[in-house]
């Protein structure tokens, strides 16, 4: 999608002498921590509607919750996939569900005293995201990682410290991309974000300024090289930001979505399908002059397919004719992209396009341009089952 615009650029710039080349990265891609985009959502707290996208930009909607709960997306269940909860400020009581879709909680415990302030992360890289608290009172953060169950107290934190300023809304990611989670702070008022890539008390590894005052930060992995950078959802326009560095600068990639009062959350949902999103009529914050906007959707000129150990991540990626797909080795097996059908030694290439196999772990990568708008098949000519499809859209 367009978000995955800006960091194949360099990489198209090799394609420029066209065709399916070799060539080597000059900056190794890495895997992320769960192997696939993080995409947004916006949850509406005063209905407790959800409304979350995939890569592709369509967009999943259901109810889950009670109005006035705060809501976070995790992997709870360690599968790859973030799915809901919610954290009731009320009395510290948290809500998990394990899967995109209306229900009632799975896991229910309480954590934290009313008012603090949920955080969802890996924060030990183990692979499983666990709820942590913020308490602004104290600017102390509060980790822990595991999860409680049956509506029991989950006791105390393994960690906490002090971080930040009072007032500053806190977030989470791997902004390193050890697969570890930390903490940041985003000051609403300015723009400010900083944050933290060890659960120690110290400074700001890293600050720099990103959007105006009022909007609403998410951070995520929004190219797939396994570092979470920030995006905004900016209420006025109804629009999210995205920036894939943490650095200082204006955003890689713009998103229209959804309504001014609806709170933003990111993670990798693994949804398939949807509908086209849509803006709602809204009252803008800053004018008080009711706008109305719709978005459409359009296939993106670029995508990243990891090639991993043994699979194609993601397996089935949608592009614009005249776009392009990049394969990145991120893998220790030797692999193959290989159109044509059938798979392993018994696949039958058909001759678009061919790395041959390549072994290299993270040292590779192979593009493909697609001309013409049809749906494409290919296979890793060495492991039995690992497929994949391009589908290529007119615009
Ligand atoms: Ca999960
Ligand atoms: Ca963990
Ligand atoms: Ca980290
Ligand atoms: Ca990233």
Known sequence: MMRRMVVVMNLVAFLALGGAVFFA???????????SEDT???????????????????????????????????DWDCDGVDTPGLFRQLDGFVYLRNSNTEGIADIRFFFGNPGDFPLAGDFNGDGCDTVSIYRPAEGRFFVINKLGENDGGLGAAETNYVFGNPGDKPFVGDFDGDEVDTVGL??????????????????????????????????????TNGIDSPGLFRPASTTFFFRFTNSQGVADSTF?????????????????????????????????TPTTTTTMTTPPSSA????????????????????????????????????????????????????GIR?????????????????????????????????????
């Not at 959804?258 to 709602?280: E, K, M, N, R």
């Not at 043994?310 to 397996?315: I, K, T």
Request: charged share 10%; hydrophobic share 30%.
């Open 186 to 223: 985003h000051r609403e008022s300015t723009g400010l974000v900083y944050f933290r890539n060890t659960h120690t008390e110290g400074v700001a590894d890293s600050e720099f300024i990103f959007g105006d005052p009022g909007d609403r930060f998410v951070s995520g992995d929004w190219n």
């Open 40 to 74: 947004v959502g916006l949850v509406n707290s005063a209905t407790g509607e959800w409304h979350l996208t995939n890569e592709q930009g369509l967009v999943t909607s259901f109810f889950y919750g009670n109005p006035g709960d705060v809501p976070i997306m995790g």
């Open 359 to 395: 072994t290299g772990g993270p040292n590779f990568s192979h593009s493909a341009t697609f001309s013409d708008s049809g749906t494409y098949t290919y296979f890793c000519q060495v492991h039995t089952g690992m497929t994949g499809t391009v589908t290529v859209i007119s615009p």
């Open 25 to 35: 990265v000059s900056a190794p891609p890495t895997a992320a921590a769960d192997g």
């Open 304 to 355: 990243i397919v990891q090639v991993r150990d043994n699979s194609f991540s993601s397996q089935v990626v949608t592009i614009a004719e005249g776009g392009t797909v990049t394969w990145a080795w991120v893998g220790i097996n030797p692999h193959s992209t290989t159109s044509g059908t059938g798979s392993g030694p018994g696949g039958v290439p058909d001759g678009n396009w061919d790395s």
């Open 256 to 288: 229209e979505f959804g309504s001014a009062d609806w709170l933003p959350v990111s993670g990798s949902f693994a949804l398939i399908g949807g509908t086209t999103p849509t803006t709602s009529t809204t009252t803008s914050t800053t004018t008080g």
